[in-house]
């Protein structure tokens, strides 16, 4: 019997094209995302900066697809909706939860789960963020990025830049 992870079908690392990188700003990078393969680019023109993996929705939906621009960009973002209940010294008493089915046990709190380099693209939550990369879709929606990755690509968009989703 293989262990699961061997069965967990590896992402190519990322790539990052210095000399198209070097050339790109807010005002002229777009992004396209792929569930299909799991994949991010950050582009100039027809020109790939960065070719990156992710992890998108779990279940189909629950990435959406389609056109859209970055509504917001927060360095550290929490969540406001997955995260855990905390006592009173923050100490988690039970994580993984979420605040639309879990109620907090008598004496804790909601702490969101930390979404660095956020780069908000619906006003239902879904956004870009770094996260854990499983090799498959895994996420409640957002697309999970690879933390050097995040980092680049929210230092080359602003609110506005597009970004593209497809199936």
């Known amino acids: 019997m293989r262990k699961a992870a061997e069965l967990i079908g590896k992402q190519q690392p990322p790539q990052v094209t210095p000399r198209v990188y070097d050339r790109l700003t807010p005002d002229n990078s777009r992004i396209i995302v792929s569930l299909s393969k799991q994949r991010a680019w950050l582009m100039l023109d027809e020109e790939t900066a960065i070719d990156a993996p992710i992890s998108s929705g779990k279940a189909a939906g629950m990435t959406p697809t389609g056109k859209f621009t970055v509504l917001e960009k927060d360095p550290d973002h929490r969540s406001n909706i997955y995260g855990a209940f905390c006592d009173e010294r923050n100490r988690i008493v039970r994580e993984g939860v979420s605040t639309h089915i879990d109620s907090a046990p008598s004496g804790t709190h909601f702490v969101g789960a930390p979404m660095k380099w956020f780069m908000r693209l619906t006003e239902k939550g879904v956004g870009m963020h770094v996260g854990i990369l499983p090799g498959y879709p895994a996420s409640h929606g957002c697309v999970r990025l690879?933390?050097?990755?995040?980092?680049?690509?929210?230092?080359?968009?602003k609110i506005g830049t597009p970004v593209d989703i497809t199936q």
């Open 146 to 157: 690879p933390a050097d990755i995040a980092k680049m690509i929210y230092d080359k968009v």
